[in-house]
């Protein structure tokens, strides 16, 4: 007998959660959130590592359903800090008293469809369980910290940190030796801040990636003040745009190869000037679909890179080749590839050297032991499914979503899964999810989830779930999407290609933010076609 009954269940309190918490309130359903953490935040509140920021920009990752809140909100940079982010989502806590309907450090285990009460049962550590028409996860596509599995890691005789569990408190490097696992965002935004606070480090890298600068600065006030007078139309830009993100430079109307050579230079250091990632992620027409164009443009960064290391043979190695610009999320750096100029800093590289086992005093390679006092573990998450797949979810029958998924998962629209009744999942996998602005994907789903339970609520339905052949279709049009693009050149973390074992299934839907909003839209306005209900 579960504990507590509402009409919904949430699970995750990041952006994802005090959305669907305030926005369910508001239609007058009864909603439970369940968080692990012991406050908000999700992302914010885990990732708390030196020069943790977003990478899209402070006044555009962020909500936008409040009108009041986006006016008074004053972001204090360009791309936030974490500390800061974490303050927004707080205050959101507080401004919409959502504390009250979450319960905190408590982690789902189990979420089982019971086909007689048409009901989903939640356990969870704290031994309560909840029960609840509708289920909806605010998991994150990246809470699952991937820990690697090295040999010796438990023997080292220092302090590990993951970047993704990062202690409250702080970590001062100062006089210490520091060995940082991984290159990807985590690691770039990270290294400049530990590099200036330690006596060494030594960074251990894989696989280079492209990095483009953030030229991040103060707030300009005045641009703000303009944008707030009119922030609804910016954010209807940003719906109406592709990566969810309006103040950007637009896609040149060209193929990269018809510009000629100093035109293309220019437009390029027009970007690079302008900073951020949104501008080369679809910088052209066929910039993401055609390899020779593709490799005009990751020939542009890779001469900023040889511009901005000194050593030529380090700046070889922090040069991406083997896999295509723009088919992962770009990384955005605030003087990552300076470091590499400062006489304390060392690249290791994997490739040539791997990694044998870790020993109590540091990191040995095939080559030596790189002594270490502290480890530092930026090696990423198991995305877009890890979290969902670490729950024991059960659909219709008993059947586990974890084995149903075990070579991929199969979605509608990113948002449901057949089999699974009323199960909704916010940036679910084959959304737009983190290849966009993530909060203005969130805010999408949370607003078409919300519409869909009022339908049920006005129709007197108790059920929704997706029809088979839809789903088989969606995932046709995501693979449509990824086959037509350069995403397949790439050993890419959207492939869960970073995660040993994992299928390799492509699972972010490509095809715009704006396209994605359309199907969606069409579909709520339709009556749902695509969808069984009853
Ligand atoms: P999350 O913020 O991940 O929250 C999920 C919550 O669910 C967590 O609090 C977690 O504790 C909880 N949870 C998970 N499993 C369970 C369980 N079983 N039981 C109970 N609780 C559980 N996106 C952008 O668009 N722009 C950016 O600049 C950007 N920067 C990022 C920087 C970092 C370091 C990281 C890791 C991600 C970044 N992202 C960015 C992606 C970011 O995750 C999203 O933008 C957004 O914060 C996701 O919000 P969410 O609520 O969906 O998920």
């Known amino acids: 007998m579960a504990d507590r009954e509402f009409d919904a269940i949430i699970i995750g309190a990041g952006f994802s959660g005090l959305y669907m918490l305030h926005k369910l309130r508001g239609l007058g359903f009864s909603a439970q959130v369940i968080e692990a953490a ?14 943790a920021r977003c990478d899209i920009e402070s006044f555009e990752y962020s909500y936008s359903f409040d009108e009041d809140l986006q006016q008074e909100w004053e972001w204090s940079e360009r791309y936030a800090a974490q500390p800061e982010i974490l303050r927004y989502l707080q205050h959101v806590a507080e401004r919409f008293d959502l504390r009250r309907d979450i319960e905190f450090e408590t982690r789902v285990l189990a979420a089982h469809w019971d086909e007689g009460s048409a009901r989903w049962t939640v356990t969870t550590d704290t031994g309560k369980s909840y029960t609840a028409p509708y289920c909806i996860t605010g998991l994150g596509c990246l809470s699952s910290f991937n820990r690697p599995d090295i040999p010796g890691l438990d023997s080292f005789a220092g302090e590990v940190y993951s970047t993704g569990q990062w202690p409250h408190q702080g970590v001062d490097f100062t006089g210490k030796k520091v060995a940082v696992i991984g290159t990807g965002s985590s690691a770039i935004q990270s290294t400049p801040v530990i590099a ?34 009119s922030y609804g139309e910016f954010r209807e830009a940003q719906r109406r745009s592709l990566l969810g993100a309006a103040r950007v430079l637009p896609q040149t109307p060209k193929t990269v190869l018809s510009i000629p050579e100093d035109e293309f230079q ?4 027009q970007r690079w000037a302008m900073g951020g990632l949104v501008g080369f992620m679809a910088s052209h027409l066929d910039s993401g679909t055609d390899r020779d164009a593709n490799e005009r443009i990751a020939e542009f960064v890779r001469g900023k890179i040889r511009e901005k290391v000194a050593d030529p043979d380090t700046a070889e190695l922090l040069t991406p080749r083997s896999y295509p610009i723009a088919t992962k999320r770009l990384c955005v750096d605030i003087g990552y590839y300076e470091t590499f100029n400062r006489d304390n800093v060392e690249l290791v590289d994997l490739n040539a050297t791997p990694i044998d086992t870790i020993e109590p005093q540091g990191v040995r390679t095939s080559d030596k032991l790189y002594e270490a006092d502290a480890l530092v573990l930026a090696t990423g998450f198991d995305a877009m499914t890890g979290s969902l797949n670490r729950i024991d979810i059960r659909g219709r029958g008993g059947e586990k979503l974890r084995e149903k998924w075990a070579e991929g998962p199969h979605t509608h629209l990113g948002l449901m899964s057949a089999g699974f009744p009323n199960l909704f999942m916010i940036t679910g996998p084959q959304s737009p999810s983190v290849g966009s602005n993530m909060v203005v994907s969130i805010e999408q789903h949370v607003d078409w989830i919300a519409d869909l339970l009022v339908h049920l609520r006005e129709r ?22 990824f086959n037509m693009s350069l995403h397949p050149q790439a050993n890419t973390w959207y492939l869960g290609a970073n995660v040993p074992g994992k299928p390799r299934v492509f699972t972010v839907y490509i095809g715009g933010v704006h396209a994605y909003r359309n199907v969606c839209d069409e579909v709520a306005e339709s009556g749902y076609p695509g969808f069984a209900i009853d």
């Open 460 to 481: 007197g339905a108790g059920q929704v779930e997706p029809l088979p052949e839809s789903q088989k279709e969606w995932g046709e049009h995501v693979d449509v999407l």
């Open 196 to 229: 200036a606070e330690a006596d060494r480090l030594t960074i251990f890298q894989r696989t280079p990636n492209y990095v483009v600068p953030a030229q991040n600065h103060p707030t300009d006030r005045e641009f703000v003040g303009q944008l707030k007078q």
């Open 266 to 269: 220019a437009e390029m250091e």
């Open 38 to 51: 012991d406050d908000v935040g999700g992302t914010w509140y885990w990732n708390r590592y030196p020069g």
